[in-house]
């Protein structure tokens, strides 16, 4: 599928273009492929792409195990606490889980992650609800301190990487939702005793990277820029 390197190879240099003005480091690209088949998966990484990101644990379970075994798995929706054995057993080269929003869903994980013998701690992120919306997952803005504070001290199967946010849909302006989750970035490195730079900022998406890279991100989402418009989930 030479459209989907096409549009990769546009979305690298839109993000090169973009850190280069502002003088920031490239963010890492998550290609969000939920519902794509995998051919078009297989053609970005033939073009030299790694890290794909999957939104549903039943479907990221299927097709692993059909694609190559050197892909670096993000699961990036929500995530069940009963569907985390699943999920970790299932895709062995899982990455990072960026959608980790409470202390069940984090002790599910540990728990998971013991039992599989994964040869790696798993990478994980506090998703936070930067906008105030019941449809969104991820924990209260105060809640992510004492979360993150849970992962480090009580799973040691778990390494924690920062935190994640989805911001408002539909809002044009996602800037307050960014200032909020490098805000609560800070609250929780000080929880820690850390380096607020040691913490990545998962955030912005198709249609806003280029402020989330403003705002900090270190880790962008980008589906339908690469991959085309989803075919509609069955």
């Known amino acids: 599928d030479a459209s989907v390197k096409d549009n990769l190879d546009a979305v690298n240099a839109a993000i090169s273009s973009v850190c ?20 078009k998966i297989e053609a970005a990484y033939s073009a030299g792409h790694r890290h794909f990101g999957e939104n549903y644990v039943q479907e990221l379970v299927g ?12 699961f990036i929706g929500m ?5 985390a054995k699943m999920l970790v057993q299932g895709v062995p080269s899982l990455y990072m889980v960026e959608s980790v929003h409470s202390i069940k869903t984090a002790t599910a994980l540990e728990k998971a992650c013991a ?17 105030d919306e019941d449809a969104k997952s991820g ?17 040691p199967h778990l390494t924690l990487s920062g935190l994640m946010t989805i911001g ?10 960014f200032a909020m989750l490098s805000e609560i970035r800070d609250q929780v490195a000080g929880t820690l005793g ?5 913490l990545e ?34």
């Not at 097709?63 to 993000?74: N, Q, R, S, V, Y």
């Not at 924990?139 to 799973?155: F, R, T, W």
């Not at 408002?168 to 939702?177: L, Q, R, T, V």
Request: a neutral charge; glycine letters at 6%.
């Open 63 to 74: 097709k692993a195990p059909e694609l190559p075994g050197d892909i670096c798995w993000h």
């Open 201 to 234: 900022l998962s955030m912005g998406m198709s249609g806003d990277y280029d402020k989330a890279i403003s705002a900090g991100s270190t880790n962008v989402r980008v589906g339908s820029t690469i991959f085309g418009e989803r075919m509609k989930k069955a």
């Open 115 to 131: 039992n599989a013998e994964r040869e790696e701690k798993l990478k994980v992120l506090v998703q936070v609800n930067t906008s």
């Open 168 to 177: 408002k849909f539909d809002d044009p302006n996602p800037e307050p939702y």
């Open 79 to 83: 995530l069940q606490s009963n569907k």
């Open 139 to 155: 924990c209260e803005p105060k809640d992510a301190p004492p979360l993150a504070k849970h992962i480090v001290d009580a799973c």
């Open 20 to 39: 280069a003005q502002l003088g920031k480091p490239s963010p890492r690209l998550v290609a969000v492929s939920k519902v794509q088949p995998n051919e």
């Open 194 to 198: 850390v380096d607020a730079a040691s």
